[in-house]
Structures are given as structure tokens and as C-alpha cells.
């Protein structure tokens, strides 16, 4: 007698309920990803003190490379932000031609003040994982070819730096899952300029490469990211 139901279908109730599950964590995970906070940070871009820096000016224009400042980066999990004694290697008095002009003068005035009175300037933070996530590693970003391009934009045409990508769970791992179109050369890193040169396709390609050749492995478990 043959069969009126053939036997794969006693997989379809299985089938029925997993698809079920994988919508539901879809959708929870659509909700999770664009509702978190952190998303509509994206932009977040508060009033510094003094005038603030510009980095159009100093990694734009007079193209001072970020190391030049934040030289923790490929060492440490923090990117460092500099100290008075760094801006006065040049803006100490006299010390630039442009010193002489009043306007830039009293734009600068306020670094030669913090520096007398022996304070810090009090930046404000731009960018911040929560605190139950564990340290964010730049020293292992940044050895594994990942430039700052890709998690802060190009900082380099910034006049005021602002929060460029979510820093939201699903931007860590659609990363790491696809990890290959954000690998450049080593000594690329910090060159946001020539960086945005490289069509797609051949950063795809070069990326491939690199993550064969660097031995890659972009974690997703939770332990990773979380204690
Ligand atoms: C001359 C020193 C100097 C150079 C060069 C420099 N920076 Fe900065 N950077 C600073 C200072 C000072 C701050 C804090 C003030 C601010 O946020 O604007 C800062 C802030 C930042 C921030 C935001 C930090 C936060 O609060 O979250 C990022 C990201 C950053 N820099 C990246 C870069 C990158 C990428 C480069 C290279 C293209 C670079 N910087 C070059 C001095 C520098
Ligand atoms: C390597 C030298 C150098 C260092 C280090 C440096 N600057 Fe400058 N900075 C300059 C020069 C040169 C100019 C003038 C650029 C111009 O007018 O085009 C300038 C301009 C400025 C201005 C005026 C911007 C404007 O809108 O005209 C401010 C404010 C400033 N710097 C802050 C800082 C701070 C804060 C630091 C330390 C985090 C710093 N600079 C470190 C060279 C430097
Ligand atoms: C893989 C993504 C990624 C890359 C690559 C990356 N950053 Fe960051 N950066 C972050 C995240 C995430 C934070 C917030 C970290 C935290 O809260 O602990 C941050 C924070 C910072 C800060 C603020 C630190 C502070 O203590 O205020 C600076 C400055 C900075 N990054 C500079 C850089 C520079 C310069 C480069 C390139 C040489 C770079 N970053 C590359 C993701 C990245
Ligand atoms: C643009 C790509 C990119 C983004 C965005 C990114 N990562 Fe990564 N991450 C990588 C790559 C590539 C590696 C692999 C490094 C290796 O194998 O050495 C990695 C490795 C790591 C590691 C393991 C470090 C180690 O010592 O092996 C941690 C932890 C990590 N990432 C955390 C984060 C967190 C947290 C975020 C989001 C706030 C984030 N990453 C965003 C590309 C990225
Ligand atoms: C690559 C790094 C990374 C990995 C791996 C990771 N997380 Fe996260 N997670 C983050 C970051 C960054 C945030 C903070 C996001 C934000 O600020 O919106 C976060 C936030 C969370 C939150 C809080 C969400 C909220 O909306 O407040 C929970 C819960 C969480 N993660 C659970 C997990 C679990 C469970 C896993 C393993 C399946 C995991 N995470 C793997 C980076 C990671």
C-alpha cells in the first residue's frame, strides 16, 4: 500500500517550528540591533573645551599621523589621547610661524593656559563601549591590519570628531563574520586618505589574502566580548 504522506515529511514539523525560531531570533535580533542606544549615538559629537582640536587641520592638512598623538594604539586596548606637554611641542609661544597671527593665537591660548596652571584639558569622550563589555582591544585590531577608517570613518576630514558607526553589538560581529573587506596593509593603518583610494573589489581581494596570510581568527563567542 503506498504511502499518502512520503517520509521526509515526518521532518516537516521540525522544519515548520526551526524556521519559526530563526524568524523570531531575527526579529528580536533586527529589534535589538536598531533600537539599542548606542545606534542613535551614531553622530554624537560633543562641545569641547577651547576651541576643541581639529584633526581636519593637524591629520588632514598638515598630515601628522594618529600615532603621532594617540601612540598607545598598537600597544595597548586604549587608544591614548595626548597630554598638554604633546600640543606644546608646537604650540608652545613663539614656537609656529602662524603664532604671530592674533586670531591663532587666541584660539591656542587655552592649551598654553592648561599647560601653566599644570592641568590636563578635560576632553570629552566620543566613544564608549559599556562597561560589561570587556577592555575593546585596539592593539589586536590594529595587528591584525584593521584600519581606524573602518570603526571611526576618516577622522582625518573631521573638523570636530563625531561617532561615525553604531559600536552596537551586531557592527562588532558583522565584522567579524566578514571580516576581509576591513584588512589593508600593515603600514596602511593610519593612511585614511589612501585607504579610501582602493576601489572595493581590490580591498575585498587584498583582504582575502591577508586573512589567509595573517592566520585571522575574529572571535564570536560571547565570552570574547563579555565576562
Ligand atoms: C595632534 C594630535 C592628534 C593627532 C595627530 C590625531 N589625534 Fe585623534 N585626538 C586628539 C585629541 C586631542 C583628541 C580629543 C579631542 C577630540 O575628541 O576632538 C582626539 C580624539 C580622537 C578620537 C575620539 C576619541 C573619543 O573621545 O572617543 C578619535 C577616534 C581619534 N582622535 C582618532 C584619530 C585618528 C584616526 C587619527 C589619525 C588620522 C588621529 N586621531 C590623529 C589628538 C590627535
Ligand atoms: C606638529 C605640530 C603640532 C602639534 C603637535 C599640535 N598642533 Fe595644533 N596646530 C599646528 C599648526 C601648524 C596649526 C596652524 C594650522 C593652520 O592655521 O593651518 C595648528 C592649529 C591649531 C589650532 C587652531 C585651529 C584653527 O581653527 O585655526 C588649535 C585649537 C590647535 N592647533 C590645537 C592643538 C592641540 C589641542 C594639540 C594637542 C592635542 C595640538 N594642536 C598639537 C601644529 C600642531
Ligand atoms: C575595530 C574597530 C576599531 C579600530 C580599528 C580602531 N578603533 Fe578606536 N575605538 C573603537 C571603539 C569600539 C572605541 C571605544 C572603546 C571603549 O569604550 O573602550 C574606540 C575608542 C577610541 C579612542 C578613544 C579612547 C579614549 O580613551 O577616549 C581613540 C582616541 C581611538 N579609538 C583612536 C583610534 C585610532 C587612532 C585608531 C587607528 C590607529 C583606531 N582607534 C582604530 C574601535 C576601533
Ligand atoms: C571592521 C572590523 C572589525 C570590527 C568593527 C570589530 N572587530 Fe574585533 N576583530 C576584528 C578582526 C579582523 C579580529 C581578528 C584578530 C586576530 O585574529 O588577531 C578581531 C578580534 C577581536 C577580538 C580578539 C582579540 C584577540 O586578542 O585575539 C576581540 C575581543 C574583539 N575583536 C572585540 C571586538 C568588539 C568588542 C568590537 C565592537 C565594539 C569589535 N571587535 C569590532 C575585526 C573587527
Ligand atoms: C565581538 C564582540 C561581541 C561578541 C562576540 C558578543 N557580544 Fe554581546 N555585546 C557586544 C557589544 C559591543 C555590546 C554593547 C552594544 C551596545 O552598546 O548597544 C553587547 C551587548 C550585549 C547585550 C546587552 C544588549 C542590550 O541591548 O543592552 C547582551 C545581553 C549580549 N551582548 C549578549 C551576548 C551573547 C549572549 C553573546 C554570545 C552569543 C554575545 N553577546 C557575543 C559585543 C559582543
Not at 589621547?81 to 613663539?94: F, R
Not at 614656537?95 to 592641568?119: C, G, P, W
Request: charged letters at 20%; a neutral charge.
Amino acid at each position: 500500500m503506498s504511502t499518502i504522506f512520503p517520509s521526509w515529511t515526518n521532518k516537516l514539523p521540525t522544519l515548520i517550528a526551526g524556521g519559526a525560531v530563526s524568524a523570531a531570533c531575527l526579529a528580536v535580533g533586527v529589534a535589538w540591533y536598531y533600537f539599542t542606544p548606542k545606534y542613535w549615538a551614531v553622530g554624537y559629537m560633543p562641545t569641547q573645551p577651547g576651541g576643541g582640536f581639529n584633526h581636519q587641520i593637524h591629520a588632514g592638512k598638515l598630515g601628522m599621523d594618529c600615532r603621532y598623538c594617540h601612540t598607545k594604539v598598537e600597544e595597548s586596548a586604549e587608544a591614548n589621547i595626548p597630554t598638554v606637554e604633546t600640543c606644546m611641542g608646537c604650540h608652545a609661544d613663539g614656537r609656529l610661524k602662524v603664532f604671530n597671527n592674533q586670531a591663532h593665537k587666541d584660539k591656542t591660548d587655552f592649551i598654553r593656559a592648561a599647560y601653566a596652571a599644570d592641568e590636563s584639558i578635560e576632553w570629552r569622550r566620543i566613544h564608549k563601549v559599556p562597561d560589561y563589555v570587556r577592555n575593546f582591544p585596539h592593539n589586536a585590531h590594529i595587528a591584525a591590519g584593521v584600519s581606524c577608517l573602518s570603526c571611526h570613518g576618516n577622522i582625518a576630514r573631521m573638523p570636530v570628531v563625531y561617532q561615525h558607526e553604531p559600536l552596537s553589538m551586531g557592527w562588532c560581529l558583522d565584522c567579524h563574520r566578514n571580516p576581509e573587506p576591513h584588512l589593508v596593509a600593515k603600514d596602511m593603518v593610519t593612511k585614511l586618505f589612501d585607504i579610501e583610494k582602493i576601489p572595493l573589489d581590490t580591498r575585498i581581494e587584498q583582504g582575502r589574502k591577508y586573512y589567509e596570510e595573517r592566520r585571522l581568527a575574529a572571535p564570536e563567542g560571547c565570552g570574547a566580548c563579555h565576562y
